[in-house]
């Protein structure tokens, strides 16, 4: 299995550019999970779906964040506008249902500079 | 709420040494418990995991049991080598919120030859 797929794996970007992260959760898996990873506050859950649906996102940090899983296949993560200190790795994961004990696999994550 | 509280880093060890991660846990009911590694420049992998109390999680040398009675899921190794340079994170998964994860802050270890 190819695992977790995100892209791109580096962006650098200048404030107020839109950002857009994807990711492919391992087929067949039914849960899409979007975290972000920083020094200062660790790693943080911004928005989770189930079947494409979504079903938390009191994590997302503020309305320039958007997240969307057009399909079982698919999903983005953008910002507009980005702001410097968005800057952070941003990781997807995935899990095969929402049942307890069920494990998440991690993308390699983005790692996003904004100037 | 839910949360863990995880043994505050970094930790720096002698290869060969013996490896202890404390973590401890807050939650409703019987949670699963979780232990991820994260190597330089990677994302997250699971390490092993625990689903009742009184399990035992193991895999590539280390083991963590499901302790209730301490709400505690430490992380050992006996003899950790360099290549277990990493950052550790215990993590649950509360009874009755779908698939959400908690993560501790992680601890970073470092094994010197």
């Known amino acids: 299995d190819a695992g977790v797929i995100q892209s791109p794996r580096h962006e650098v970007t200048e404030m107020g550019q839109e950002v857009t992260l994807r990711c492919k959760p391992i087929?067949?898996?039914?849960?899409l999970f979007w975290y972000r990873q920083t020094m200062m506050r660790g790693l943080e859950l911004l928005i989770y779906?189930?079947?494409?649906?979504?079903?938390?996102d009191s994590g997302m940090p503020e309305d320039r964040f958007s997240a969307k899983m057009p399909n079982a296949s698919f999903s983005t993560l953008k910002i507009q506008p980005s702001e410097p200190r968005d800057s952070a790795v941003y990781f997807c994961?995935?899990?095969?249902?929402?049942?307890?004990?069920?494990?998440?696999?991690f993308g390699p994550g983005t790692r996003l500079l904004v100037l | 709420g839910d949360s863990v509280t995880q043994m505050e880093g970094p930790v720096t060890l002698s290869e060969e040494a013996f490896l202890t991660i404390n973590c401890t846990y807050t939650a409703t009911g019987y949670p699963s418990l979780f232990w991820y590694v994260q190597y330089p420049g990677e994302g997250l992998q699971l390490l092993l995991k625990a689903t009742k109390a009184d399990d035992k999680g193991s895999n590539k040398g280390f083991e963590a049991t499901y302790r209730k009675e301490t709400t505690s899921f430490h992380l050992e190794k006996g003899s950790v080598q360099v290549s277990d340079s990493a950052v550790y994170f215990c993590a649950l998964s509360p009874k009755n919120t779908g698939n959400q994860f908690y993560f501790g802050t992680g601890t970073s270890l470092t094994v010197i030859p």
């Open positions: 087929s067949g898996h039914n849960s």
């Open positions: 994961a995935s899990s095969l249902s929402v049942g307890v004990g069920e494990t998440q696999y």
């Open positions: 779906f189930n079947n494409n649906v979504p079903i938390d």
